[in-house]
């Protein structure tokens, strides 16, 4: 029964959420106010926040990046796991997708917590390492643009310190990333850096077959 991972049909899929969710209501409430926001799909899924969440405690993170924030459920779910004075750098492009959340960070009190950047993340990131940032982050989501990827990739190991988690999202991209041959620029983009980082010996890694796929890279 165990020797692949399982399909999740609909009824096992609710299960699955009905057994394991555990959401604050800001959480829910966001969820639900960015449903009809356009490109609500490029929301995590909450199983997913739970994950990233449990991953924050598990190892103890106090400092978190983000890059990618759009209407803010992952920085809020970040930011409820992080400690009182755990500390988020939320970096996005996005003016209007990233107001959306900001009143569900203050109604679920953590919006000290999160220092928004509205910028390209490149230069966020690289301008922290300048003034000497390196080493000294604990955990990286990355989900923003994909043929970015690569460069956030870098720039998130360089601020992590040894043993930190860079968590990675859609680099099974609906599927995409196992046609060979694809012309597509971000499906291309995923299958290099899926392949970059299977063979990097910076890092340790699981692929998880959740949401639309998710690498977790350990920095050794
Ligand atoms: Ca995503």
Redesign the pocket.
Known sequence: MSRRTLNLDDRLYEYLLAHSLREHPAQTALREATRTWPRAG?Q?SPEQGQLLALLLRLIGARRAIEV?VFTGYSALTAALALPADGRLLACDISDADTRLGQPYWQSAGVAQKIELVVAPAQQTLRARLASGEGGTYDFAFI?ADKTGYDTYYELCLQLLRTGGVIAI??VLWGGEVAQAGSTDADTQALQALNAKIHADQRVDLALLPI??GLTLALKR
């Open positions: 490029m995590i990618g989900d999202d859609n949401g639309d």
